[in-house]
């Protein structure tokens, strides 16, 4: 596709719930990242593919949340028995190959509110 | 541990007032230098890549350059279409991730 696509764009879930969170990455883009930010904070890293391996998951928070990529493509992060405290936006990213000096390519996010 | 503040936190500038943003780093070898632009409710727009040290890069009413230590975005005569968070991230080198610093909120006032 022309952008990176994550889906869905808003996600109201209740206190233990699980949640999945879905992003489409450009076509052709190698490398894969997922962020958080909370509200009026920077972005905190998570996770980063490339291809279909996980060089560095040293960002997941805790054992409740896990990602996910099939081949070049689409990647889910799925928490857990969601908190309070998992209340933010996710941004998923891509770039052609890690290291690359154009820098990424965002999504508009995913924003995740546990009540 | 590699860390990246930035400064102000938030700034207000009349249309036509120029001013510089502050990201000062630290991080155990750099391999790149990024400046996003992020609009409310939007993923960051990547807007330059810097290396090392003296290197500038220039985008219509901005500039980015480089020191050992620290990276100012400058901006000339803004309009209020510029207003957003400025975001800057370093790359170590040898590394994978690249660490966000928290914006720089910027408001510029018709």
């Known amino acids: ?115 | 541990e590699d860390q990246v503040t930035q400064s102000p936190e938030a700034l207000r500038l009349q249309e036509g007032e120029s001013s510089s943003l502050n990201c000062s780093y630290t991080v155990s070898g750099l391999r790149g230098l990024f400046w996003y632009r992020q609009d409310p409710g939007k993923g960051p727009e990547f807007l330059f890549t810097l290396y090392s040290a003296g290197e500038e890069k220039e985008k219509e009413r901005l500039k980015a350059t480089l020191t050992k230590k620290e990276s100012f975005l400058h901006i000339t005569a803004p309009k209020p279409e510029d207003s957003a968070t400025y975001l800057c991230a370093v790359q170590a080198a040898g590394g994978f991730k690249t660490i966000f610093g928290a914006g720089t909120r910027l408001f510029v006032k018709a």
């Open chain 1, 1 to 115: 596709g022309a952008g990176v696509s994550q889906s869905p764009s808003n996600k109201v879930t209740e206190k233990g719930k699980d949640v999945e969170l879905r992003c489409d990455p450009i076509s052709g883009h190698t490398a894969l990242y997922w962020y958080r930010q909370r509200l009026g904070q920077g972005l905190e890293f998570l996770i980063y593919f490339q291809g279909n391996s996980a060089p560095d998951k040293s960002g997941l928070p805790s054992d409740r949340f896990s990602a996910e990529r099939t081949g070049e493509s689409v990647s889910t992060l799925t928490i857990q028995r969601t908190q309070q405290e998992d209340s933010a936006v996710y941004l998923c990213a891509s770039s052609l190959s890690w290291g690359e000096s154009y820098g990424y390519t965002f999504g508009s996010g995913t924003r995740l509110t546990v009540v």
